[in-house]
């Protein structure tokens, strides 16, 4: 049953992140419109964060918590989708930050024009470190393919992320909830688009997302990306787009040019240098700042490079040694419930 005052059901996973819970649940204080629920679902961290969950329940916060045992991000919204009340349910990621005006944004983009999903983009709060602006600016600048996330210029069809979701308890009856794999939010999309269901960007409803903090980490999380685009090729066999090869054909490119350079001319790099530039160059034009412009440059080589190397690797083992296929066959069997 839902409850008529719930609109609204925010779900948030969380893994040993008190600092960010905090400030998300701050920036939720601050909404402009209380026509919401938060539901915390603190999988199994060994820092729980159940004392800034009461404190914010004391000033007047609609939330609830939940502790259960560590089982990963998926299986964790799926346990607040089971106990959520709203019509609606918004997902957040623990490291987001929500302007004041998302919710009554959100009820004025739903009434202009509603979807049965929805999501929108992601950007950087002022108070964002230079480093995380610089991999917001890679994650989102169309030079590095990040126009695919949910900007107003898209090379594909939108697909909303996890870290700015929203569907309505009708699809979740219908299609069910999150199975546990890497990019399960497109994998959720991608189920709910086949089901029938209407999706749409509200490209002025954006949340700012802090990411990763350091180059290390977000190497590592778009790695991850790009072997999981092969899994979801697997699982949907029409789903893979020219666009997804831009970062691997990147790598491919970089490694030919230094080889080139190497043992041929040094001219061959110039196609490089020209690319790196026009990332500063709108880097500083976007952000204004000289230093996020220069950080924007390794940050954009790591959101190609990470990716293609991953996407690389796992067509490799997956596609031409047909190794596996078996995780994708157990993937497709599960039932996100």
Request: proline share 4%.
């Amino acid at each position: 049953m839902s409850d008529s005052k719930v609109t609204y059901s925010v779900i948030v996973p969380v893994y040993n992140r008190r600092g960010e819970v905090e400030e998300l649940l701050e920036s939720l204080l601050k909404q402009t419109t209380r026509n919401f629920e938060i539901v915390i679902v603190e999988d199994g961290s060994t820092e729980p964060c159940a004392d800034i969950v009461e404190k914010y329940a004391d000033k007047g916060l609609n939330v609830r918590y939940f502790f259960k045992e560590n089982e990963g991000r998926s299986i964790a919204r799926n346990y607040g989708l089971e106990r959520a009340l709203g019509n609606y349910f918004i997902f957040f990621d623990s490291d987001c930050v929500i302007p004041a005006d998302y919710f009554s944004k959100l009820d004025k983009f739903r009434h202009r024009q509603p979807y049965d999903t929805f999501g929108g983009p992601d950007a950087a709060d002022n108070s964002f470190t230079t480093t995380q602006k610089a991999i917001n600016f890679a994650m989102t600048s169309f030079l590095t393919t990040g126009g695919i996330r949910g900007g107003k210029v898209s090379l594909e069809k939108f697909t909303p992320r996890t870290f700015n979701m929203g569907f309505s308890r009708e699809v979740y009856d219908k299609v069910g909830g999150f199975r546990e794999m890497f990019s399960e939010d497109i994998d959720m999309s991608t189920r709910i688009r086949l089901a029938g269901y209407s999706i749409g960007l509200y490209p002025e409803l954006p949340v700012y997302h802090k990411r990763r903090v350091d180059f290390r980490k977000f190497f590592r999380q778009v790695y991850v990306f790009g072997m999981s685009r092969i899994t979801l090729k697997l699982l949907y066999p029409d789903s893979m787009k020219l666009v997804h090869w831009l970062p691997a054909l990147f790598v491919i490119g970089v490694v030919a040019m230094i080889l080139l350079a190497i043992f041929v001319s040094p001219w061959w790099l110039l196609p490089l240098i020209l690319y790196l530039f026009m990332i500063w160059q709108t880097a500083l034009v976007s952000t204004g700042s000289p230093v996020i412009a220069f950080k924007a440059i390794p940050a954009s080589l790591i959101q190609l490079g990470g990716y293609g190397c991953g996407f690389i690797k796992a067509y490799f083992l997956k596609i031409i040694c047909r190794r596996g296929r078996d995780e994708a066959e157990e993937i497709a069997l599960r039932k996100g419930k």
